[in-house]
């Protein structure tokens, strides 16, 4: 009687085992492997996922008036890939018994078939995230998941996630793309960081503050400017500067190259008027270039044959990517 009961337990494992492994992997899209689709709730029409129908939805082919987003969080019918049954969401087809995600979330009808993202919900982001919910914590200013690496460490920024990316102006907050949180907090694709760095551009695109320790490259200015001395018609003249960094104005002297503040020793400056007070000995107007000059990204495109004074960029997000 027990090896009874033991066979017929095996069977049913090996079962489930089945329907969790039949069309695994071999069935879904280019963002998901999921063996069902979805009926948009808002259009009636059925694609793979929620990606496919915002980019078919939202292509330049459609008429402006139509294009719309799928509100996600409002699916309730799917369709069996295997056999083709139209049903109430859920992770077993109701006809042929098949696993249609070995994960699935019931708050937001989430299917996967790669349980290698270690994907989880967060109830507080609303939506389901990857990278295995121990690794990461919610930051309830930034409205967030971040590593918990970035814990008591970030400079928090109000709802820093909900927000386009400030290169590509895709929406951060559910993308599935690595994102960096920069030192003064604001939020990047990591890959549009790397873009910028190639371009020469180490300023953050919201605030305009450093993106890394920059000391070894201010070094290197410091060298340069003491290199190139003034012509003697602009020895006594002064301008007011603006801090990207610290937010200090400072009255510095004059000089082509660059403008260093006297608060927080940064390069990271610009130029915000001149001084009536102290103008040029030779009474020769300001040249039009000067502030062209000082901008910061030109200087470090000046500088780049300097040797490298940047700081290292980051080769992986702070962020979890969104499912």
């Not at 873009?195 to 201010?218: A, F, G, I, N, Q």
């Not at 040029?280 to 200087?299: M, Q, R």
Request: charged share 25%; with cysteine; glycine share 8%.
């Amino acid at each position: 009687m027990g090896s009874s009961y033991e066979s017929e337990g095996t069977y049913f494992e090996e079962k489930e085992v089945s329907l969790m492994e039949i069309g695994s992997g071999n069935y879904g899209c280019s963002h998901y492997k999921r063996r069902c689709k979805i009926r948009a709730p808002c259009c009636g029409d059925i694609f793979n996922c929620r990606h496919c129908h915002n980019e078919a939805k939202n292509s330049l082919e459609t008429n402006p008036l139509d294009r719309h987003d799928i509100p996600r969080h409002e699916i309730e019918k799917v369709i069996c890939s295997l056999c083709g049954t139209e049903q109430d969401a859920q992770q077993y087809c109701i006809n042929c018994g098949v696993c249609m995600g070995k994960y699935y979330c019931a708050k937001c009808k989430f299917f996967d078939d790669d349980i290698t993202k270690n994907q989880y919900h967060c109830d507080e982001c609303g939506i389901c995230r990857t990278g295995g919910k121990d690794n990461f914590f919610h930051c309830k200013t930034c409205g967030c998941c971040y590593s918990k690496e970035m814990k008591d460490k970030h400079r928090c920024v109000e709802r820093a996630m909900h927000h386009n990316c400030p290169i590509c102006f895709e929406f951060i907050f559910d993308t599935m793309k690595d994102i960096t949180v920069l030192r003064c907090g604001h939020t990047i694709h990591l890959e549009c960081l790397k873009e910028m760095e190639k371009h020469y551009r180490y300023t953050c695109p919201v605030c305009s503050k450093s993106l890394w320790d920059m000391s070894k490259l201010w070094s290197k200015i410091d060298q340069e400017i003491a290199s190139t001395p003034m012509p003697a018609m602009y020895q006594n003249k002064m301008v007011w500067i603006l801090c990207n960094d610290c937010g200090a104005n400072s009255h510095v002297q004059f000089h082509v190259i660059a403008h260093k503040c006297l608060s927080c020793k940064s390069y990271n400056t610009r130029q915000t008027r001149g001084d009536t007070a102290t103008t040029c000995s030779s009474g020769v107007a300001e040249i039009p270039w000067a502030g062209a000059l000082s901008s910061f990204g030109l200087k470090v495109k000046l500088l780049r044959e300097m040797g490298k004074g940047k700081g290292k960029p980051k080769e992986k997000g702070d962020v979890v990517s969104v499912d």
